[in-house]
């Protein structure tokens, strides 16, 4: 709502704002734009239905004035910079800071083409809230545009995408961008210049008078000045108090080096206590966040109504790396000041257990808000805080060693404490066992002491087959690593050749580590261990050449890891037994009947069957044989006397024996 009143009606102080531009049309036309802004909260708000714009040029001794129209469809409430007001407007019946915009447009003929032809008008009058003006409220905004269409009949001026109006806050940085944009790419130059204006119609345009040590320069109450920074114009400072300042900023353009032109900018910037800024997730801070934690402490840039906070934690969702959902079990504001907070705590139903990066994201309620910040406006939803973690142990267990142990009796199964795994972290090994490499792998045991990785498995027959072991090691966080590479025992099969002289041994591959290299190991009765001279082989067979030595023997496969003799894998032995006694042949018997000496017996002759035994007599005639002979001979009829005899014994060298045989039967 606004009242049209005629230039001579009464003056009425609202124009917060205004800026002038222009187009350079053929034919010494322009056509000329004021913006003015005006301040909603103004009692007796006066917005003339026409401007006069006055006109004059120096070179030319020309001037005159031409009057523009209001635009219809003005009146409209336009943004008041980076910071929306605290709740309602006074335009829209409200009390917080509310700018309408009106805009007069118009084109005119010039008189003829000047080289410096001035254009300015004033808008009555300024509003009565700004402070860093005395009596601001009593002078008009002047604003002034210099053209020369004598040498640049169709330039345009700079226009702004950014209205000259500024709502900001005690110590907030401002960086105020204009948005100064030249269609014919001129070069722009932006300077500081004194607020003018006049007490009315009649009048003089004066500079105003800045408040204490104000100027056009600093105009502004700061903490270290007001800068304009090239190329681009944009307004930099930190109000240090409350005020509401008059900025003025002139426009020149440039091309080529010369001056064509400059529009002038009447800003109004107006720092409250409090700017309404929306805190956002994104640009929030989270204390440092560690493998096991299950609350998130958030600060976030600006504070909150610590009652919009929904205890249950609704306000928020989160999801793990692998977009797995975390849920959220309470929220809770601390260090709540006069009911407002920067601080939330986030608690999880689980604690983050995984490296990489976790999002936090904001959703309405359970109370129906997001979370309202200290105008009561609420925070976006889906604005999302990324949050990483890299601390969080994800190795495997190493499976260092599957062996028979020492008295062939179990298996030994040796593994190394993960890298970096802390007992504060640890809760148990798992170990499995298969028959078969590929599995599948049934829990075996369970180890709850971190640096105990030796297990004996007396429950494995390792006689008959070989066994595979993997292990897994949980934490506390919950996180259990993959099972371990597997590795398959060293199982030993032995076949006793018919020379029974020699055994072949065969066993399966080891995989406990890259290239192994095996051994035949020999112990004796004794207990007495040593590795077979020349047995080293990386291939799985081997013929082992018994001992000659009589005694029980057994027989396995070692293999170590490049020689270290602190990691050995053994395989099951065989057992097997060396009865290598002597044969001995007597060169008398007396087949008397007296149950003494009456049989020719060859001792030990039973420990080689199907030996033969040939006698001759003297002449070389064969007067007895026997292919398989078993110490039963009486010498039958034959004479006493002296004899020949030839022993082949059927052991591994089909040792021969020969010489002479007496028989004495008196």
């Known amino acids: 709502m606004f009242i049209l009143l005629s230039n ?100 005119f003929t010039l008189p003829q083409a000047c080289s410096d032809w001035s254009l300015h008008c004033e808008l009555i009058n300024r509003n ?23 040498n640049y009949p169709s330039n345009t001026s700079p226009v702004s995408g950014n209205g000259p109006v500024a709502l900001t806050c005690v110590n907030q940085t401002v960086n105020y961008d204009g948005q100064i944009v030249d269609i014919d790419s001129d070069s722009l130059v932006y300077s500081l210049v004194p607020a003018q204006g006049s007490l009315g119609s009649g009048n003089p345009v004066v500079d105003l008078l800045y408040s204490g040590s104000l100027s056009a320069t600093n105009p502004l109450s700061t903490t270290s000045g007001t800068a304009l920074t090239a190329p681009d114009g944009i307004l930099n400072f930190i109000p240090d108090q409350l005020q509401v300042g008059v900025v003025v900023i002139r426009i020149d353009e440039y091309r080529n080096g010369i001056l064509i032109g400059s529009v002038m ?3 109004q910037i107006n720092v409250q206590a409090l700017c309404n800024i929306i805190p956002e997730m994104n640009l929030s801070t989270i204390t440092p966040v560690l493998c096991n934690d299950s609350l998130l402490d958030i600060y976030l840039p600006q504070q909150i109504q610590c009652a919009s906070l ?19 079990i309470a929220a809770t504001a601390l260090g709540c000041t006069s009911g407002f907070t920067d601080h939330i705590r986030v608690a999880l139903n689980n604690r983050l257990v995984q490296n990489g990066t976790y999002a936090l994201w904001t959703k309405r309620g ?76 049934l ?31 949980t934490l506390n966080t919950g996180y259990e690593t993959p099972l371990s590479d597997s590795i ?23 995989w406990g580590w890259n290239n192994p290299t095996y051994e035949v190991v020999q112990i004796d009765s004794l207990g007495n261990a040593f590795v077979v001279s020349g047995s080293a082989t990386t291939g799985t067979t081997y013929r082992y050449e018994k001992p000659t030595q009589n005694g029980l023997y057994h027989v396995r496969i070692r293999s170590s890891n490049n020689g270290s003799p602190e990691l050995v894998s053994l395989s099951n ?21 007296d149950k003494r000496n009456d049989i020719f017996v060859v001792k030990n002759l039973e420990q080689y069957p199907n030996s033969s035994l040939t006698v001759f007599d003297r002449w070389g005639k064969e007067v007895y044989k026997n292919t398989n002979y078993l110490n039963d001979w009486n010498g039958e009829n034959l004479k006493d006397g002296t004899y020949f005899y030839i022993l082949k014994v059927a052991d591994a060298k089909d040792t021969e024996h020969h010489g002479t045989l007496s028989i004495f039967r008196k």
């Not at 929904?310 to 959220?328: A, K, V, Y």
């Not at 369970?446 to 640096?451: F, G, H, Q």
């Not at 032995?573 to 009947?593: A, Q």
Request: net charge negative.
């Open 128 to 150: 009565a809230i700004i402070t860093t003006v005395n009596s601001a409220d009593l002078y008009s905004i002047y604003l002034e545009a210099f053209l020369d269409n004598l």
């Open 265 to 267: 900018r009447d800003m």
């Open 366 to 441: 359970n109370d129906l808000d997001v979370l309202l910040n200290r105008c009561g406006d609420d925070m976006a939803e889906n604005d999302t805080l990324r949050v990483s973690i890299s601390d969080c142990f994800i190795g495997t267990t190493d499976l260092l060693n599957v062996s028979v142990n020492s008295t062939n009796d179990a298996m030994e199964i040796t593994w190394s404490v993960p890298i970096g795994l802390t007992s504060g972290n640890f809760v148990k090994y798992e170990l499995f066992r298969s028959d078969l490499p590929a599995g599948p792998y």
């Open 310 to 328: 929904s205890l249950d934690g609704s306000e928020f969702r989160m999801l793990g790396p692998n977009s797995t959902p975390l849920p959220i």
């Open 488 to 510: 398959q025992s060293i199982f030993l099969q032995c076949t006793e050749n018919a020379d029974s002289i020699s055994i072949d041994l065969s066993w399966t591959n080891y």
């Open 8 to 107: 001579n009606s009464a003056k009425a102080s609202h124009a917060a704002a205004a800026d002038i531009t222009y187009v350079c049309l053929p034919g010494n036309q322009v056509k000329v734009r004021v913006d003015l802004y005006s301040d909603c909260a103004a009692t007796g708000q006066q917005v003339y239905t026409t401007l006069d714009i006055q006109y004059e040029s120096t070179t030319c001794t020309a001037s005159g004035v031409s009057t523009i129209p209001l635009l219809s469809g003005g009146g409209i409430e336009v943004p008041t910079g980076d910071y929306p007001p605290c709740g309602a407007t006074t335009c829209t019946g409200g009390s917080a800071y509310g700018i309408r915009k009106y805009v007069y447009e118009g084109t």
């Open 573 to 593: 032995w065989c057992e097997f037994r060396v009865l290598n006694t002597e044969v001995i042949v007597p060169n008398v018997f007396t087949p008397n009947d």
């Open 443 to 473: 829990s075996l045991a369970t180890i709850n002491v971190l640096n105990d990785t030796i297990y004996t498995d007396m429950t494995a027959s390792v006689e008959t087959q070989p066994y595979n072991y993997g292990v897994k090691t």
